[in-house]
């Protein structure tokens, strides 16, 4: 019985997935604690254990939704366990973990590779150290860059200091595709600038398609010699930036509530940016609860895809909604394989990608039914906005957070931790856990009417 019960703690820590789980579980429960000081809160008093918790989960999740305005009502104090937490959260616990370690001089253990290669989402285990290296050095660049940029326009409306803290502050969010401002109003002031909502669409941009990719561009510097993988999240990123662009743009421009009242030159600006964020940043320069009912339902569908893989965004990917779309076109035409760049997509991948976009949708089903009894007083469609927005960790909302119940608030949090960690442990489970008797027998073919 001892024996036994060991060996199920050892086989439990050695398990990648929950390992990642109990440490972002672990993170999120110390910036509650923080969160939840006198000190963290301009007002003096705490904001209560729920509402900490519900911050700590959307920072760490790089969601951005938020209970209390963040430029209000927290100090300086809680607005930079904020930023450490979003930070945290988007580079990943396993690359903090691993720059530690390689600060000190530590060798990376063969588990702690297993750990990294399930955050990473990467296919072996070779060279993870130096891609943590690429993703620690490239972080910081692209962050101070953007950074930089933003300064420009920040120090000459908010002075010295508060500009220069409100661009680092700002880069950081945007890159880890956070969506928390300091603002008040998102970038709803900025609606009309381009200098800024060009810096933080790129950033969103960079920090959405993983560092995989980035590093792939880097090394080969032709999309022509990239992997399959960069090419396909390249060019379904292109196709749903431009897609939504268009769609907003046409849908809301006669909108006075959102950019009907802009100039020509402003109304493509602001649905570019919108077009950008919605899929999993959640900054916003419009209203969100304005939106026309059309509009609406393409963020949802676009916060429900999100970014890639390996990425600091949320969803159930790029390269899985690829995949499933190229399926269909290879039904469609009556292809036996699918391919796409010369390469064919092998069934185990195709099936995967069924298993997270049917989990997801799962979820995203039962989570809206239940706020639907405990949110009573909503709107259906602003629910299902809220729930797919939690899940693709997007951080749009169309004014239901902060009023929410505290059974919703709990909700919602963990609907964010779950669309943050969920995809990675299921994919986890997909590929690590197979029958012991696969090869040895394989039962009689069924026949079932599709369609």
Not at 187 to 213: C, Q, S
Not at 247 to 257: C, G, P, T
Not at 416 to 440: D, Q, S
Request: net charge positive.
């Amino acid at each position: 019985m001892i024996i036994n019960f060991k060996d199920r703690i050892n086989n439990t820590t050695r398990n990648p997935a929950q390992v990642l789980v109990m440490g972002f579980a672990i993170i999120i429960l110390i910036g509650t604690i923080l969160l939840n000081l006198p000190q963290s809160s301009v007002d003096g008093k705490s904001i209560g254990l729920i509402n900490a918790l519900f911050t700590a989960t959307s920072a760490v999740c790089v969601t951005g939704l938020v209970v209390v305005n963040t430029a209000v009502h927290w100090t300086v104090f809680g607005k930079i366990v904020i930023l450490v937490l979003i930070q945290i959260g988007g580079l990943g616990l396993m690359t903090m973990t691993t720059m530690i370690a390689l600060m000190l001089g530590k060798k990376i253990t063969l588990r702690e590779r297993l750990i990294m290669r399930e955050e990473l989402n990467q296919f072996s285990l070779v060279g993870l150290v130096k891609l943590i290296k690429y993703v620690i050095i490239s972080t910081l660049i692209i962050e101070v860059i953007g950074a930089t940029l933003l300064a420009i326009r920040f120090i000459p409306i908010y002075g010295t200091i508060k500009g220069v803290w409100f661009s680092i502050f700002h880069a950081i969010s945007a890159f880890c595709n956070a969506g928390f401002d300091l603002i008040g109003e998102s970038m709803i002031p900025f609606v009309d600038d381009i200098m800024v909502n060009l810096t933080i669409g790129l950033l969103i941009i960079i920090g959405g398609i993983g560092y995989t990719v980035l590093i792939d561009l880097i090394n080969h510097r032709s999309i022509r010699r990239t992997s399959l993988h960069t090419k396909l999240v390249l060019l379904i990123t292109s196709i749903l930036l431009l897609l939504g662009f268009i769609f907003i743009f046409v849908s809301e421009y006669s909108n006075l509530d959102t950019i009907g009242g802009l100039p020509f030159a402003d109304k493509i600006t602001s649905a570019m940016f919108q077009s950008i964020t919605t899929r999993t940043a959640g900054f916003n320069s419009i209203d969100m609860a304005s939106l026309r009912s059309s509009t609406t339902f393409l963020f949802i569908i676009l916060m429900f895809i999100g970014g890639s893989p390996g990425s600091t965004a949320g969803g159930i990917k790029t390269t899985t909604f690829g995949v499933i779309m190229l399926t269909i076109r290879s039904v469609l035409k009556g292809d036996k394989d699918v391919e796409v760049y010369n390469r064919s997509i092998s069934s185990k991948l195709i099936y995967k990608a069924l298993a997270v976009i049917g989990i997801g949708m799962l979820i995203i089903i039962f989570v809206t039914m239940i706020l639907t009894v405990t949110e009573a007083g909503y709107d259906f469609l602003d629910l299902l906005f809220e729930v797919v927005s939690a899940f693709g960790t997007v951080g749009l909302t169309r004014n239901v957070t902060s009023n929410l119940s505290i059974v919703g608030k709990i909700i919602i949090a963990s609907t964010m931790f779950v669309g943050r960690l969920g995809p990675i442990t299921v994919a986890f489970a997909l590929t690590k856990k197979e029958r012991k008797n696969k090869g040895y027998y394989k039962h009689p073919e069924g026949k079932i009417l599709i369609g």
